[in-house]
C-alpha cells in the first residue's frame, strides 16, 4: 500500500489541470486514469470539432495552437498529451478506482491494479462514462450503439441516430456524407437549439430537402434486426434499419459519488454538494472538479469554465497542509 498526499480521479483536462497545479506546489500527487490520457476525448468521433476556440480550452496558460478557431479531436488529443508528456506528470494509465472509502483522517483507494492511501481526494470523473439508454427492447442488440466514432462504417446501411443534439447532429451529417441512408429520431418538436450555430442551419436543410429523413416528436418502441418499430404522433410505424446510433446523452457515474458519501441533491438533477469557494464535498478533504459537479445538467460545466477549479482546490490544500 502506497501513501500519496493527492490521489486526482480521472485523467481528462481537469484532471490534468489539477496534476500540474499540484506539481508547481511540490504537492506529492497522482492521477489515476481508467483509459488513455484524456480518455472521453479520445473516445469522441474522429472529425469532431469543438465548440469553444482553442483558447479556451487552455489549461495552465499553455498555448493550444490549432488550425482553425475552434479545433479538433485530434488536436485535442496531441495539445493534452503534450502536456502530460512534457511536463512528466505522475499519471497512471488504464487503471480503474473501484472504491474510496475514508477512515479517520485517510482515504484508501482501492483500483483494479492497487491500493493506496491518501489524504486528499479530487474526484475528477466527467459524464461520458455511462450513456442515457432508451429503454426499448431490442437496445441490447450489437447493431445499437451508444457511441459513434466513423462515418465509413456506415456507408450504404439504412443508420438510425436517435437524438437531436450535437453529437447526433454530427453523425447524422457525417454518415449522410459518406453514403449512408440516414433518419433522424426526435423525441421533441424540433433539432435542439444547443446545436452548433454552424452545424444546425446545415442538418435543417438536410431535412427540408429529404436527404436526411426525420421523425419529429417519436420515441422508439422496439428495435428488431432489420428494422425498427417507432412511436410517432401519427401511431406506430415500422423503418427498415441496418444500426441505431442512440446519441441521448450521458450521464456521471452517481453510484460512485454514492458510495463515497457525496450527497447529491434530491431535486432530480443530483447536484453533488460542494463549497463553490473551494470545491470541497461534504467530505473533508475531498474535492469535485469539472463537469462532474453539474450533476444531470451535464451543460453547466465545460472545460472553458471549470479549469479554475484546480486553482482553487490546490489553494484549499495549502492552506490545510500550512495551518
Known amino acids: 500500500m502506497k501513501h ?6 480521472g485523467g481528462g483536462p ?8 499540484a506539481k508547481k506546489n511540490n504537492i506529492n500527487y497522482l492521477i489515476i486514469e481508467k483509459g488513455p490520457i484524456v480518455n472521453s476525448l479520445f473516445n469522441y468521433p474522429i472529425n469532431m470539432q469543438f465548440f469553444s476556440s482553442s483558447e479556451k480550452l487552455e489549461i495552465d496558460n499553455i498555448p493550444f495552437i490549432s488550425k482553425e478557431a475552434k479545433p479538433k479531436r485530434n488536436e485535442a ?5 503534450r502536456i502530460v508528456t512534457s511536463n512528466d ?11 474510496v472509502k475514508k477512515e479517520k483522517e485517510v482515504f484508501n483507494i482501492k483500483t483494479d491494479k492497487g491500493t493506496y492511501t491518501s489524504s486528499f481526494v479530487v474526484v475528477a470523473t466527467g459524464f461520458y462514462d455511462l450513456p442515457n439508454t432508451i429503454n426499448a427492447p431490442g437496445e441490447d442488440l450489437s447493431k445499437v450503439s451508444h457511441y459513434y466514432k466513423d462515418p465509413h462504417f456506415f456507408a450504404k446501411q439504412k443508420l438510425a441516430v436517435v437524438g437531436a443534439s450535437n453529437s447526433a447532429v454530427d453523425a447524422a451529417l457525417e454518415c449522410y456524407r459518406k453514403g449512408a441512408e440516414v433518419t433522424m429520431i426526435v423525441r421533441g418538436p424540433e433539432i435542439g437549439q444547443r446545436v452548433k450555430y454552424w452545424v444546425r442551419p446545415d442538418i435543417i436543410n438536410r431535412i427540408e430537402e429529404g436527404s436526411i429523413q426525420a421523425f419529429y416528436n417519436t420515441t422508439i418502441k422496439e428495435i428488431q434486426s432489420d428494422s425498427i418499430i417507432l412511436k410517432t404522433v401519427e401511431g406506430e410505424k415500422i ?10 446523452g450521458y450521464t456521471p457515474n452517481f453510484e460512485f459519488l454514492n458510495k463515497i458519501g457525496i450527497h447529491l441533491s434530491g431535486d432530480g438533477k443530483l447536484y453533488p454538494q460542494y463549497n463553490e469557494k473551494t470545491m470541497e464535498t461534504n467530505i473533508h478533504n475531498l474535492y469535485l472538479a469539472g463537469v462532474i ?9 465545460f472545460i472553458e469554465n ?8 490546490v489553494k484549499s490544500i495549502l492552506e490545510k497542509v500550512i495551518s
Open 89 to 99: 506528470l505522475n499519471i497512471n494509465l488504464f487503471e480503474k478506482v473501484n472504491s
Open 306 to 313: 471549470s479549469r479554475i477549479h484546480a486553482k482553487m482546490i
Open 77 to 81: 488529443l496531441e495539445y493534452y498529451r
Open 293 to 301: 459537479c453539474g450533476g444531470m445538467d451535464t451543460h453547466l460545466w
Open 239 to 248: 423503418i427498415a434499419n441496418d444500426y441505431v446510433l442512440a446519441l441521448t
Open 14 to 21: 481537469i484532471g490534468i489541470a489539477c496534476g500540474l497545479e
Open 4 to 9: 500519496i498526499d493527492l490521489i486526482i480521479i
